[in-house]
């Protein structure tokens, strides 16, 4: 028998492992069979890990969500009260009048002129490997705003956020979701939801999903390649 091979958002290994090595354990323990977390640590990871289809069981930000479903992963479930915001913040509260925005991101760049930024003609797009090293270009000047998460800045001290102003807040919001293996989606989804922190994700929600991720803009190219590029619009 295959042994299950469970991996989480590089956004999430941030945060610490602590909680889901525990997780793991407890899912092991309901399962009574052995699984295998591997963690990863940075978006192009996950990316090349994700076109794998090698996880039985994958705790997806909404854009990875979205790869997985459309690769026939199906949803199970979601934390409860957990949501997925992003700021745009920067050290001058005019940042977003200047003719070239130097933009700090780490994944797929929210950028649409309803949601979250208004973007000028040229906007020079700096990839980071993940949120925190985004909000540290912003600290160190090398960049004039960065597209962070929400549970980023709430990590923040008073002292850590009294320079920096959030521009802009997405006016959405999304969420991470257990992703599961079609292979397997019988046997983990009703184990999944016998967790009390955890709540049902049905298709239709991950389809809300979809609707919405239609009309932003992604900055695809940039995926694509480890150097500065346009954003698309």
């Known amino acids: 028998m295959e042994k299950l091979l469970f991996s989480i958002c590089p956004h999430d290994t941030q945060k610490g492992l602590d ?4 997780f793991k354990d407890s899912l092991e323990e309901k399962l009574q069979e052995p699984i295998t977390f591997e963690p990863l640590y940075t978006f192009d990871e996950a990316r090349e890990a994700i076109k794998s289809d090698r996880y039985h069981l994958y705790y997806a930000s909404y854009t990875q969500a979205i790869t997985l479903y459309q690769r026939g992963y199906k949803p ?4 409860k009260g957990q949501k997925d915001e992003f700021y745009l913040i920067s050290k001058d ?3 977003l009048h200047k003719s ?7 994944y797929s760049v929210v950028i ?10 040229d906007i020079e797009l700096v990839y980071a490997e993940n949120f925190k090293e985004a909000m540290e270009l912003l600290t160190e000047n090398k960049v004039d705003v960065a597209l962070i998460h929400n549970e980023i800045w709430e990590e923040l001290s008073e002292e850590e956020k009294k320079d920096i102003k959030i521009l802009k807040m997405s006016d959405f919001s999304f969420y991470h979701v257990f992703m599961v293996r079609p292979d397997v989606y019988e046997k983990l989804k009703p184990v999944l939801l016998s967790f009390d922190f955890l709540e049902e994700v049905k298709d239709e929600d991950l389809l809300r999903f979809l609707e919405i991720y239609k009309r932003l803009t992604i900055a695809s190219k940039r995926l694509e390649e480890h150097d500065i590029a346009k954003a698309v619009l």
């Open 19 to 22: 909680f889901w090595y525990k």
């Open 100 to 106: 070239t925005i130097r933009l700090a991101t780490a």
């Open 112 to 121: 649409n002129y309803d949601d979250i930024i208004l973007v000028s003609e």
């Open 93 to 95: 509260e005019n940042a």
């Open 76 to 79: 199970v479930a979601k934390i």
